[in-house]
């Protein structure tokens, strides 16, 4: 699965047990914190080990850097913005041509009429990104 060797479903301190528990208490090199919430960047410094590096894309939501955490911990912190609109006229096509397949990312497909609902399927967990798809446009 993408790479990945182990995969954790829960969630806050739960998710930082979990993966102290498969690395034998020692936590992971890197984590990546991809424009989600403070619960997902806490957690993201708590399963990364003393020295390691925790990475950023796009601002985080009501995220406080934890610098005490940070200094005792020696554990890094580097990220920056999410350019997306960048990158969208060069990817879009590609996309809807079926050329580069966005794989799991897209895990809620609705039209015009289910945006609202996509957000709430968002915020809710239940969904990681929408596709909306607008026909006839």
């Known amino acids: 699965m993408f790479g990945a060797n182990d995969v954790v479903a829960d969630r806050g301190n739960a998710a930082a047990e979990a993966v ?21 960047f806490t957690t993201a410094m708590a399963l990364t080990r003393p020295g390691g590096m925790v990475g950023y894309v796009g601002v985080p939501h009501g995220v406080e850097v934890p610098i005490t955490t ?54 809710e967990r239940r969904a990681i990104k929408a596709l909306v798809r607008v026909r006839g446009a």
């Open 70 to 123: 940070m200094f005792f911990r020696n554990v890094g912190l580097r990220g920056g913005a999410a350019p997306v609109r960048r990158y969208i006229p060069e990817l879009l096509d590609d996309v809807l041509q079926g050329r580069i397949n966005p794989g799991r990312v897209f895990d809620f497909e609705t039209d015009r009429d289910g945006i609202a609902e996509a957000y709430a399927a968002m915020d």
């Open 20 to 40: 102290l528990e498969l690395t034998d208490g020692v936590g992971v090199d890197a984590a990546l914190e991809c424009v989600g919430t403070a619960q997902a």
